[in-house]
């Protein structure tokens, strides 16, 4: 039986993807800017950050991230 997860839980596990994503491309490439959201909201769904990875590489390090922890990217 799956158990619900607490909020805190939930943040701390946000802020590590963040934290993970922001070690790939550098922390001022990772925002939670509204502005940034809401420039890449699909169907009205705004992402929780906007990641932009200056190189291919980054990129693709970044997808695999998002992958690894099944996040939509």
């Known amino acids: 039986m799956l158990r619900p997860v607490p909020e805190a839980d ?4 946000a802020e590590t ?5 922001a070690d790939i491309v550098g922390e001022t ?18 992402p929780d950050w906007v990641v932009s990875p ?3 590489e980054q990129a693709a390090a970044a997808l695999k991230c998002a992958a690894q922890r099944d996040l939509d990217a």
């Open 54 to 56: 200056s190189s291919g």
């Open 29 to 46: 490439q990772v925002t939670a800017e509204e502005s940034a959201r809401a420039a890449f909201a699909v169907d009205g769904l705004e």
């Open 10 to 13: 939930v943040a701390t596990v």
């Open 17 to 21: 993807i963040r934290a993970e994503l």
